[in-house]
C-alpha cells in the first residue's frame, strides 16, 4: 500500500516566521510534489522532484523553497512566512512523470501565518 | 490558459440515489484522476484514467481526451460519500490543472 506521511499535520506561525513542511514517501517512487489548497480551488503545483537533489519549479513557486534530500524525503521551506501563505498543504508522490501514473497524496498540513 | 471546468460546485443527494460530476477541459489532456476530500481532509485516490472507463463499486469514471471531458457517476450513494470531489488532468510534461472541487453531501 502506498504511503505518503507528513509533519506537522497542524502548525502556526506569525509573519515572518521560519517553517519547515516534511514528507516521507515509502513507495520507492521516483516524483514527489508540493501542493497548496485553498477553499474553493483546486491544488496548485508549488515545487516538485524527480529524485534526491533535484528540484524543479511549479506554478506558484514564489515565496516557497524546496529540497528532497533522499527518494524519500522532500522538504517544503518557508523562510519569511506572510498571510497570504495561510493554506491547506498537500505532498504527493507518483512513480512516473507528472500524469504518467496516479499520484498518492499524504493528509495534508494545515498553515495558518498570523 | 489551461483549464478545467468542474460542475456541479455542490450537490446534494439522498442515500440511494445518484448523479454524475463532470470536468470539461479547454485542451487536450493525457489523463485524468479523480478523488475524494473527506471529512479529515486527507485525499483519496478513486481513479486514474488515460483513456475509457473505470468502475470500482459504485463509482465509475470516464475520459475521452479527444472531446475534452471527464465524468464520475456516483450510484446508490451512501452517507460515506460524502465530500468534495476533485478532477485534476495533465496535459504533458510537468503541467496539471486541478478542477475546483465538487462538495457533495449526501443525506438519510
Known amino acids: 500500500e502506498a504511503a505518503v506521511t507528513q509533519s506537522p499535520r497542524n502548525k502556526v506561525t506569525v509573519t515572518g516566521g521560519n517553517v519547515t513542511l516534511s514528507c516521507r514517501q515509502t513507495?520507492?517512487?521516483?516524483?514527489m510534489y508540493w501542493y497548496r489548497q485553498d477553499t474553493g480551488h483546486g491544488l496548485r503545483l508549488i515545487h516538485y522532484?524527480?529524485?534526491?537533489?533535484?528540484?524543479q519549479i511549479g506554478d506558484v513557486p514564489d515565496g516557497y523553497k524546496a529540497t528532497r534530500t533522499t527518494q524519500e524525503d522532500f522538504f517544503l521551506l518557508l523562510e519569511l512566512a506572510s498571510p497570504s501563505q495561510t493554506s491547506l498543504y498537500f505532498c504527493?508522490?507518483?512513480?512516473?512523470?507528472?500524469?504518467?501514473?496516479?499520484?498518492?497524496f499524504g493528509p495534508g498540513t494545515r498553515l495558518t501565518v498570523l | 490558459g489551461d483549464q478545467v471546468e468542474q460542475s456541479p460546485s455542490a450537490l446534494s443527494l439522498h442515500e440511494g440515489t445518484g448523479s454524475a460530476l463532470r470536468c470539461n477541459f479547454t485542451?487536450?489532456?493525457?489523463?485524468v484522476q479523480w478523488f475524494r476530500k473527506n471529512s479529515r481532509g486527507s485525499l483519496i485516490n478513486l481513479f486514474y484514467?488515460?483513456?475509457g472507463t473505470k468502475e470500482n463499486g459504485r463509482l465509475k469514471s470516464a475520459f475521452d481526451s479527444k472531446e475534452r471531458y471527464s465524468t464520475l457517476h456516483i450510484r446508490d450513494a451512501q452517507l460515506e460519500d460524502s465530500g468534495t470531489y476533485f478532477c485534476?488532468?495533465?496535459?504533458?510534461?510537468?503541467?496539471?490543472?486541478f478542477g475546483s472541487g465538487t462538495r457533495l453531501l449526501v443525506s438519510p
Open positions: 504527493a508522490s507518483s512513480d512516473k512523470g507528472l500524469g504518467g501514473t496516479e499520484q498518492f
Open positions: 513507495n520507492s517512487h521516483n516524483y
Open positions: 522532484s524527480y529524485g534526491a537533489g533535484n528540484l
Open positions: 485542451t487536450t489532456m493525457r489523463a
Open positions: 484514467l488515460a483513456s
Open positions: 485534476a488532468a495533465w496535459t504533458g510534461g510537468y503541467k496539471v490543472v
